[in-house]
């Protein structure tokens, strides 16, 4: 059994919760780098020219990448053959946010109420997703989401029988009524089956999936082909102010359901979509 002390875990935590505000990952600035090139709007253009300086800036400066510093996503790969000492998991992931954030300057956007709306002032509690699986590594991935792309985010529980149309109509849809507001171009998650919870949970995993990696279904690989060129047909462009390039890519995560479900969710990471991942 292989221990992992709980301040170590806060260590980590911090030191992603400042990596991943202040570097964006590189297969997302290589994509926004590439997509200058098939932009056919040239305002469009200047725009992702900004965005890529604006990350550059950021990277050397070590300041954020966006005012938006998020709430922070954690996803913790447990492996069944681990055991946390000195403390617990949850706490030292949380402590490692406060940490993070107040060593980062990073802007702390959690409320303690959703009614009554008073700030904690250290971006606690994080949103923690567990997963136990084999082995005896610890894996821990920081995302911080920004409220303009969650806030356009959407579930729907189709029919079956509503089919592939459906959910491409749902996906398209999302996109469409989110326009400038979830600050294109954005990385699409969509999470497909499981329940009305679980879906939610897919499309976010899926953001974490490096630009230009395929699901390794051919169905799906070809359903996020031809999700991505129609959502770059809608001509809502660079951060809603027209042009080609309304995302830079799409990705769908599937997981089994009820026979009389569809659930669809759609979860947008704008053009900052961070995350920063370390294995113990």
Known sequence: MKEIEAKKITEIVKLLCIEANYD??????????????????????????NIIKN???????????CQDTGIAVVFVEIGQDIRIVNGNLKEAINEGVRLGYEEGYLRKSVVKSPIVRQNTKDNTPAIIHYNICEGDKLSITVMPKGAGSENMSALKMLKPSDGIEG????????????????????IVGVGIGGDFEFAPYLAKIALLRSVGERNTDEMLAQLEEEL????NMLGIGPQGLGGST?????HIETYPTHIASLPVAVNLGCHVTRHATFVL
Do not use: M, Y
């Not at 990350?55 to 990448?65: L, W």
């Not at 959910?167 to 294109?184: D, L, M, R, S």
């Open 246 to 250: 309304t995302a830079i890519d799409v």
């Open 24 to 49: 964006l990952p590189k297969d997302i600035f290589d994509a926004l780098k590439e997509r200058i090139k098939e932009e056919k709007s040239p305002l469009g253009r200047e725009i992702l020219k």
């Open 167 to 186: 959910i491409k109509n749902f996906v398209i849809e999302t996109v469409q009524n989110a326009g400038p507001n979830a600050c294109p171009p954005l």
């Open 228 to 231: 991505l060129q129609e959502i």
């Open 55 to 65: 990350a550059e800036i950021a990277k050397g400066k070590r300041v954020p990448i």
